[in-house]
């Protein structure tokens, strides 16, 4: 086991403080990580170069709070058996509120709910884009998604987008279930929580729709298998050993402050600053509550991905 009481000083230099803090933590991820991150040499380093990508976020490495979200987001994120980087991306690191956020893309979700340690899905669903004139029906009975006789025909007038539908079948046995969620409401939480003058955004509105409509469908189902994961590898966890962090500022200013209240000079001034314990269960202020929205049977929405 690592020693407790091993310090890490931060630095000025990112790449140094996150460095130095994975390595004294990496056998406690890699206990309570999924398989196929155990498995991957790699994913540690693509995790560090996600963080460090942005300067932003990679600026918040230099501080006690950006160190500790985002080991938090780390350890989240080997937990469910998340992926960094590639073509389809499944996570970013994001800054918020002086700290560090992981967001779950929707190929994340996908992965997580049909793939990880906690998978509940059977296979990743697909996404249904209904139009108007479609026919397209929906029995939630038996959890099925009822096309029109002879199905739809790409070629014909098919009206107005009016939404999208994914069916959603687990592996546990349970009815397969139907969810959708309409096109007004997704554009609501495009306008309400999306970077409308991101380059993204301005390509290809439509693509970002079908990203949120994703997402919201996928929620639940990720949600259950991000908990399933959690519990089944708390069990093989050892109570975790705290790294501590030095804070050059706050060491200065308890120098100063009993350098002016008169010690003597032979008593040695104090050089350690605050102490913070940097483990799994680091609180993550800056990390906003999900808000839940009426409307469709769909799960609560968080703040959208790149």
């Known amino acids: 086991m690592s020693d407790p009481k091993q310090v890490v000083e931060l630095t000025t230099k990112p790449d140094a403080n996150i460095t130095h803090v994975l390595a004294h933590k990496l056998p406690e991820i890699m206990a309570v990580a999924a398989p ?34 985002a080991l938090v987001a780390i350890i989240r994120a080997a937990t469910v058996g998340i ?32 793939n990880g340690p906690g998978a509940v899905l059977s296979q990743i669903p697909e996404l249904i884009v209904v139009h108007q004139n479609d026919g397209l029906r ?43 969620i309409d096109y007004a409401k997704v554009r609501q939480i ?6 409308l003058e991101s380059p993204a955004y301005k390509k290809d509105r439509d693509q970002q729709d079908e990203k949120i409509a994703v997402k919201q469908l996928l929620k639940r189902v990720f949600a259950e298998a991000e908990g399933r994961s959690q519990m089944s590898m708390e069990a093989l966890m050892d109570e975790p050993e705290p ?5 050059r500022g706050s060491r200065l200013e308890r120098q100063m402050g009993k350098a002016a209240a008169g010690m003597k000079a032979a008593e040695p001034v104090a050089t350690e600053g605050e102490a913070v314990v940097l483990d799994e269960e680091a609180e993550s202020e ?20 790149k």
């Open 286 to 305: 800056g990390a906003p509550e999900d808000k839940a929205e009426p409307g469709n049977g769909d799960a609560p929405y968080e703040e959208l991905f």
């Open 83 to 114: 992926n960094f980087g590639g073509t389809r991306p499944q996570a970013y690191f994001v800054p918020t509120q002086g700290g560090v956020r992981l967001d779950v893309s929707q190929h994340g979700y996908a992965a997580a709910a049909v």
């Open 138 to 180: 929906i029995d939630q009975g038996t959890g099925r998604v009822i096309f029109p006789e002879g199905g739809i025909d790409p070629f014909a007038d098919r009206g107005k987008l009016v939404g999208w539908v994914m069916r959603l079948d687990f592996k546990d046995g349970r009815q397969s279930e139907v969810r959708y």
């Open 243 to 247: 790294v501590v962090v030095k804070d």
């Open 190 to 195: 495009g306008d309400t929580h999306g970077q």
């Open 36 to 69: 196929s991150v155990k498995a991957d040499g790699n994913w540690i380093t693509r995790a560090k170069l996600e963080l460090l990508a942005k300067p932003d976020v990679a600026a918040l490495m230099t501080t006690k709070k950006g160190v500790e979200t």
